[in-house]
């Protein structure tokens, strides 16, 4: 275990290792320097962290792992099932994406990394139409009729659009405000996307879809 990120540079080159666990509070160099200064990452990679609301949501948006300190041990050893599986260094645009994610954390970007069974598919948010809830996974429709299931329940998905024009309007469904067509009157009523597809609107959620829907209304 090595206590600041500087001291951790030269063993990482030399022993090249399978699974590091990076540290993002360090002193003299934190856990994001230490990446930016290692030239290969051929290693898997999950951050621990105290809660950090722009450090974890940049990691989020690029469907890296993290820890939350103090760690729990049943997610800890979860994490690390999970890498044992994986087993792959990052992807150079979930390292891009971080590091735009932390330098601009006001910013909104195009795209977010969105992981399925075959890897990491990279989704540019304003294609999303709306998000179906398929138990632990969920099912993205996209436009020109494109589908992309995502290894990511529909809170993890919700949580990743949270900042941009998305709204939880069932159980099973996440939209985008963007792409809505027609909301079509009842007890909780339904959407029509753009798409064509009809999205039922929970009772409970109704209220909230209409504000966003209508900002002005008194």
Do not use: W
């Not at 030239?39 to 898997?44: A, S």
């Not at 940049?58 to 087993?87: C, G, M, V």
């Not at 020109?144 to 099973?172: C, G, M, P």
């Not at 963007?178 to 409970?204: H, P, Q, T, W």
């Amino acid at each position: 275990m090595y206590f600041s990120g500087a001291q951790a540079l030269d063993p990482i080159r030399d022993l090249k290792p399978q699974l590091l666990f990076l540290d993002i509070e360090m002193p003299r160099m934190n856990g994001f320097e230490l990446l930016e200064k290692v030239k290969d990452l051929d290693f898997e990679l999950i951050f621990t962290t105290s809660y950090d609301q722009y450090a974890i949501k940049a990691i989020r948006h690029s469907a890296l792992d993290y820890l939350l300190k103090p760690i729990d041990r049943e997610e800890l050893q979860l994490s690390i099932r999970k890498a044992e599986q994986r087993l792959r260094a990052p992807l150079p645009q979930q390292i891009d994406l971080l590091f735009q994610k932390l330098q601009s954390p006001t910013n909104l970007f195009t795209k977010i990394a969105i992981p399925t069974m075959e890897g990491l598919q990279m989704v540019a948010v304003d294609s999303i139409i709306h998000c179906l809830s398929d138990s632990n996974y969920t099912i993205l429709t996209l436009k020109d009729k494109l589908k992309v299931i995502a290894s990511k329940t529909l809170k993890e998905i919700e949580e990743l659009l949270e900042d941009y024009s998305f709204l939880r309007v069932h159980h099973s469904h996440v939209i985008n405000l963007n792409e809505v067509c027609k909301y079509i009157k009842g007890e909780g009523g339904y959407l029509v996307m753009s798409d064509g597809a009809s999205i039922n609107v929970s009772r409970s959620r109704k209220e909230g879809l209409l504000r966003k829907l209508q900002p002005n209304r008194p």
